[in-house]
T-cell receptor
Framework: SAVISQKPSRDICQRGTSLTIQCQVD?????MFWYRQQPGQSLTLIAT?????????ESGFVIDKFPISRPNLTFSTLTVSNMSPEDSSIYLC???????????FGAGTRLSVL | GQNIDQPTEMTATEGAIVQINCTYQ??????LFWYQQHAGEAPTFLSY????GLEEKGRFSSFLSRSKGYSYLLLKELQMKDSASYLC??????????FGTGTQLKVEL
C-alpha cells in the first residue's frame, strides 16, 4: 500500500487567482493521478501525472487550466488556474504501487472559490 | 471509453446482508475495483477483481462476470459504520479508473 499526503486540506480563494495542490507519497509509485469530485458526486479523472514529461489529460481538461508537475516518483502538484466559482470542488491525488495497480487516495483538498 | 452504472442509494438493516450491483461497458478491461468513501474522507480500497468469480475479504466480498459486464459488492453482518458511499471503478488502458456515480448506503437499526 501507499500513504498519500495532500496539502492544503482546504482553502478558500478569490476568483481569478490560482492554487497549487501538493501530493506526496511515502514510497516509490508507478503512476499518479489527479481527480475532481463535485459535491455529492463521484470522482472524475483530470489527468495522469507522468514523471519527467507532460501530464496526460482527459477530455474536458486542459493544461492551461490545470497544469501538473511530477518532478520525481513520489511527488506531484496540480494547479487550478484563474479560478472561478465553478472550480469549487474536492481535488484528490491517487497513486499506484504496481502489482494489481490498486489506486490509493489522498484525503483531498476542499476548494471553495468566491 | 468506459461506462459504469450502479444504484444511487440503498438502505439496509444492521446485521443484514446487502448486495450492491455494478454494470460496466469498457473498450479495454484491466480489472474492477470497489472503494468505500465516508463523507468528507478519501476513498479507501475494498476489493479488486480481474478474473471471473468471487473474492472474499472478511465481511466484504466482490464478484465479477466479464462476459456479462457485471460485478457486485456483498456486505455481510452490516454495521452502522458501513453507512458510506460505495464506488465501483473500472480500469481501462493506462490503468485509469472510471468510477460510477457511487451507491450511498444507509444502514439503519
Amino acid at each position: 500500500s501507499a500513504v498519500i499526503s495532500q496539502k492544503p486540506s482546504r482553502d478558500i480563494c478569490q476568483r481569478g487567482t490560482s492554487l497549487t495542490i501538493q501530493c506526496q507519497v511515502d514510497s516509490q509509485v508507478t503512476m499518479m493521478f489527479w481527480y475532481r469530485q463535485q459535491p455529492g458526486q463521484s470522482l472524475t479523472l483530470i489527468a495522469t501525472a507522468n514523471q519527467g514529461s507532460e501530464a496526460t489529460y482527459e477530455s474536458g481538461f486542459v493544461i492551461d487550466k490545470f497544469p501538473i508537475s511530477r518532478p520525481n516518483l513520489t511527488f506531484s502538484t496540480l494547479t487550478v488556474s484563474n479560478m472561478s466559482p465553478e472550480d469549487s470542488s474536492i481535488y484528490l491525488c491517487s497513486a499506484t504501487t504496481g502489482g494489481p495497480n490498486i489506486q490509493y487516495f489522498g484525503a483531498g483538498t476542499r476548494l471553495s472559490v468566491l | 471509453g468506459q461506462n459504469i452504472d450502479q444504484p444511487t442509494e440503498m438502505t439496509a438493516t444492521e446485521g443484514a446482508i446487502v448486495q450492491i450491483n455494478c454494470t460496466y461497458q469498457t473498450s479495454g478491461f484491466n480489472g474492477l475495483f470497489w472503494y468505500q468513501q465516508h463523507a468528507g474522507e478519501a476513498p479507501t480500497f475494498l476489493s479488486y477483481n480481474v478474473l471471473d468469480g468471487l473474492e472474499e475479504k472478511g465481511r466484504f466480498s466482490s464478484f465479477l462476470s466479464r462476459s456479462k459486464g457485471y460485478s457486485y459488492l456483498l456486505l455481510k453482518e452490516l454495521q452502522m459504520k458501513d453507512s458510506a458511499s460505495y464506488l465501483c471503478g473500472g480500469a481501462g488502458g493506462g490503468n485509469k479508473l472510471t468510477f460510477g456515480t457511487g451507491t450511498q448506503l444507509k444502514v439503519e437499526l
